[in-house]
């Protein structure tokens, strides 16, 4: 196996991980928790956190190392993947601070609720509202990635 096999491998794993570990979140986790199961919810989502943000932090390094792959500057120029490399660059930062925003701000939101018997629905409102926009900037990234690759 080469060093750019597994680093191609590692990235998709990354995605796969913080990806499809939100859309459970989001589409099993959530509704369950909007049903009266907020507590467990947010204990499985401070537990999923360390598991989240190593997968943030494999695609965000693994995506830079493919970046160098993609050979000289003005053949990227020329190719028009450089336009595209920026988008997906900026949306997947726009990602990484919701991801954050969510994470280190509303699920302590959710927690402090929870842990005061106050109505969790704000939070978890909040909390929905962000997983659909990182799944939408996740998409579209996943989308210009694969238009980089065939650029």
Request: proline content about 5%.
């Amino acid at each position: 196996m080469t060093l750019v096999l597994l680093v191609l491998w590692l990235h998709l794993l990354g995605v796969v991980v913080w990806v499809g570990g939100l859309m459970y979140q989001a589409h099993v986790l959530l509704p369950a928790a909007r049903r009266g199961g907020a507590a467990p919810f947010a204990e499985v989502l401070r537990r999923g956190r360390p598991v989240t943000w190593t997968a943030i932090a494999l695609v965000a390094l693994t995506g830079f190392y493919n970046v160098t792959r993609l050979g000289p500057l003005e053949r990227v120029l020329e190719s028009g993947a450089a336009l595209t490399l920026a988008l997906k660059f900026a949306l997947v930062l726009a990602a990484i601070a919701v991801s954050g925003q969510r994470d280190f701000a509303q699920v302590p939101r959710l927690a402090r609720a929870v842990a005061a018997g106050d109505d969790p629905r704000p939070a978890l409102s909040a909390i929905a509202w962000m997983d659909r926009v990182v799944l939408l900037l996740s998409v579209v990234s996943v989308y210009l990635g694969l238009a980089i690759a065939r650029a």
